[in-house]
């Protein structure tokens, strides 16, 4: 792994001022991650469940936390595609958690797929597909 | 068209009690739909420009309003897949904005795309395509 | 499971009577399928490689299977949604196989992933995710 | 334009020797295409209709003949992801075209749309969002 839990915990955190509003890591490997998010009014649609945006932002920021354990601590990886299935209605006020698992890391892009869960619940919730844009490295000569 | 542009701007603020956090009804016609966001800190990744989550909420929100000009206030259709592609870097601390149409209204799902612009933009900086189930209607007999 | 192995490869020939241009059935278990393409000059793209359309070929047929494994031999259930990202190059003038697995199968739609590999390969050169909708059972009552 | 109608007609022909079997050139534009489809026995599915791979195939080459009329003959241009949505059924029997929008062409890669009706009908049969990358020219400096 090119960097430690410790040092994306921090980056994330610095990465994303509004605080815990994305996830919180909770586990860093070799090309995958696994983030939470508790949930709170904000985040709910009608019926207490967590809404779709909310799931997909836990996505995200779940598969680049999965990428820099390959490329480190690079702030200007975006995001070019992303594909979100949703599967089951989520469980409500019960906070989420996803996996996610690159694919493949290249020079200039990444892709990875994400589960994403109700805690407690065996069944995933949301499955989503990304590809992240790698930026060129500056003074690559 | 099944309801007005009154009819359903109080619908979505009923439907997200969070305010305009998703977004502002600006236009709506048979089949598509216009809705902006003033875009605030919490809408902000580093460089000042929109995050990705926000702008797949705003997309995400107005199609939803493109398929209820067809069907009517039907509070329980969700959406099943939503694909996007992210373009352009969107213009920093400017408010977006997003049209939405649909492709095909069937009896159990609607299928439509949405572009993305930065006000006063051109081009657009996301496009999206997503499908929402329909609910089957209750004393259908 | 709804079937054997044995009915549905019989059911796939009738189905596809080109014969075996979409790929021949390997393994069936409940929920999963995995088949294989033999891959001809009416296949390849400039540098002697699997072109793209013979891909999503497999990964389609092969994530039919799946499903059937648990809804039975029901020809009409058909593909709503298909994503697909390309990973690496196939190896060149080898067979491609796919493995598919239902991540959800609901009374009207299902949804599944699927990794495609040259044979001896071990990394996935794509990946892909559908959406297939069943059609509602005649009689039904 | 980068390219004439006949220059990108001969160098389709030569990139894909099966023939037409991924489709004709109608018309060519800047930064969009227009290709058909005769449909043979081979591309039908049970019912007489057109079958999802030869949509996705034709929606393939129609994206890459509208990237090359932006970027000129590039050979090496391959798509890294597809996303496709199947919105009606075929006509039986009936000849498919396709008209292809690029969404932006960059440096590295290109983002488009394609709309596919059967001849005569009104309504798209289906609609796909590609990527495609780009190769770094040679001798660039």
Redesign the interface.
Known sequence: MKITFEELDRFLQE??P?GA??GTLRKLGDGWAEMSLDVD??HL??GGTV????M??LA?VTLYAALLSRIGLV?LA???????????KPAAHTPIWARATM??VGR??G?G?VFVYSEGGE??VA?S?M?YSIPPKKHEN
């Not at 809404?51 to 909310?54: F, I, K, T, Y």
């Not at 975006?78 to 089951?88: A, K």
């Open positions: 990465q994303f509004q509003a994305y009014d904000g649609r009608p809404s779709g945006p909310v997909m932002g995200d702030p975006v995001t070019t595609n992303l594909n979100i299935n949703f599967l089951r694919l493949k200039t892009m892709v797929e069944e995933p499955h597909t590809t």
